[in-house]
T-cell receptor, first 113, second 114 residues
Framework: GESVGLHLPTLSVQEGDNSIINCAYS??????FIWYKQESGKGPQFIID?????DKRQGQRVTVLLNKTVKHLSLQIAATQPGDSAVYFC????????????FGQGTTLQVKP | EAGVAQSPRYKIIEKRQSVAFWCNPI?????LYWYQQILGQGPKLLIQ????????DSQLPKDRFSAERLKGVDSTLKIQPAKLEDSAVYLC????????????FGEGSWLTVV
């Protein structure tokens, strides 16, 4: 079936270090992937997306890497800041072309000052 | 640009009571989604609308959940009767088209069933 998962439930990093959050997906038909950030008490907030015809995309302090061979997605955050503390979700569009997203379980990023 | 608006933000009800959540999507967004997010889990799609038509309601518990988007703009999600396991955050989201575009979420409506 369709599923999206993250490797680690919690990641703790020192302020200023780089963070890498990983995600494995199972549906090889997925061609669109998104990372969301969810702070406590708020809805998911778009961070960055990538389509399957790319293997890397960069934003401001964030980079998403896509490895379709092993169905792996990662989010890299440079110079992690306390404000980056949140739960991070990866999501994929699965085999559907309706635009819906399938979410993983989430990884909690804790930034230590 | 205004984001996705949801109300109420918080609701506490007893089991077997009913509750309704309202959502107003981003202006011009044709597609509207309701997701359920149980504590500690990722959001799960309940229902997807394209304008005023249902695109996907395969994971909506239709014996107790209903949703409508009569005029193709705002939407209401109703639960009747509520069960303890319905305690969750109900997230409304919208997107401009229905294929592979970014989905924008509201802040959510937090439901506690006691």
């Amino acid at each position: 079936g369709e599923s999206v998962g993250l490797h680690l439930p919690t990641l703790s990093v020192q302020e200023g270090d780089n963070s890498i959050i990983n995600c494995a997906y199972s549906n090889s038909a997925s061609d669109y992937f998104i990372w969301y950030k969810q702070e406590s008490g708020k809805g998911p907030q778009f961070i960055i997306d990538i389509r399957s015809n790319m293997d890397k995309r960069q934003g401001q302090r964030v980079t998403v890497l896509l490895n379709k061979t092993v169905k792996h997605l990662s989010l890299q955050i440079a110079a992690t800041q306390p404000g980056d503390s949140a739960v991070y979700f990866c999501a994929e569009n699965g085999s559907s072309n309706t635009g819906k997203l399938i979410f993983g379980q989430g990884t909690t990023l804790q930034v230590k000052p | 640009e205004a984001g996705v608006a949801q109300s109420p933000r918080y609701k506490i009800i007893e089991k077997r009571q009913s509750v309704a959540f309202w959502c107003n999507p981003i202006s011009g967004h044709a597609t509207l989604y309701w997701y359920q997010q149980i504590l500690g889990q990722g959001p799960k799609l309940l229902i997807q609308f394209q304008n005023n038509g249902v695109v996907d309601d395969s994971q909506l518990p239709k014996d107790r959940f209903s949703a409508e988007r009569l005029k193709g703009v705002d939407s209401t999600l109703k639960i009747q009767p509520a069960k303890l396991e319905d305690s969750a955050v109900y997230l409304c989201a919208s997107s401009p088209v229905n294929s592979g575009n970014t989905i924008y979420f509201g802040e959510g409506s937090w439901l506690t069933v006691v």
